[in-house]
């Protein structure tokens, strides 16, 4: 099984400055990356997929990158709405897919 | 849209079926999977199944306990949960493949999830 390992676990920003968040993978999962949005009591939501293509509806703040081991998601000015916890997906091993632990962004 | 039902408290031991209602969108084309999130923990992958329903994976920690199964001309899915234990104990979503095919993909819809407590 693929481990997805996210950095850092708690991120603490202030709203308009730039957030990056980390995801590894255990092992090549080429760009079959997937990132999420949880916010409490709610399901999660797709963000980014595809390593780097934001899913429709997605503000052009959110942008993903890399490919391999090593992705990025990078949130270029944090807004309030954007204060979540962020789980990064791996699909290239689809019939056992695993999930990041996630990195929870609060407010600093 | 999906619209998860059939949470609830459970002895360990007992069983649960959970259901899974689509709309919106054509049920049979696409793979289907569950999803759980123990309290204050991260997501875990549960069960997948393929659109047509002729093939299913399941998490280690659920096999032979668990059944996923999905009904096309319900747009249903479903989870037949046996032999409950503690640490089952978990939000439980279905969700999407963003896609149709047989291949890995994002998770583009998702249920709101039902609760499942399994307590003596």
């Known amino acids: 099984e693929i481990v997805m390992t996210q950095s850092p676990a708690t991120l603490s920003v202030s709203p308009g400055e730039r957030a990056t968040l980390s995801c590894r993978a255990s092992?090549?999962?080429?760009?079959?990356l997937a990132w999420y949005q949880q916010k409490p009591g709610q399901a999660p939501r797709l963000l980014i997929y595809?390593?780097?293509t934001r899913a429709t509806g997605i503000p052009a703040r959110f942008s993903g990158s890399g490919s391999g081991t090593e992705f990025t998601l990078t949130i270029s000015s944090l807004q309030s709405e954007d204060f979540a916890v962020y789980y990064c997906h791996q699909y290239n091993d689809w019939l056992s897919w695993t999930f990041g632990q996630g990195t929870k962004v609060g407010i600093k | 849209q999906l619209v998860e039902s059939g949470g609830g408290v459970v002895q360990p031991g007992r069983s649960l079926r959970l259901s899974c209602a689509a709309s919106g969108f054509t049920f049979s084309s696409y793979g289907m999977h569950w999803v759980r999130q123990a309290p204050g923990k991260g997501l875990e992958r549960v069960a997948i199944i393929w659109f047509d329903g002729k093939n299913k994976y399941y998490a280690d920690s659920v096999k032979d306990r668990f059944t996923i199964s999905r009904d096309n001309s319900k747009n249903t899915l479903f989870l037949q949960m046996n032999s409950l234990r503690a640490e089952d104990t978990a939000v439980y979503y279905c969700a999407r493949d963003q896609f149709r095919g047989l291949k890995g993909f994002a998770f583009d819809i998702w249920g709101q999830g039902t609760m499942v407590t399994v307590s003596s």
């Open positions: 595809g390593a780097s």
């Open positions: 092992q090549s999962v080429s760009s079959n």
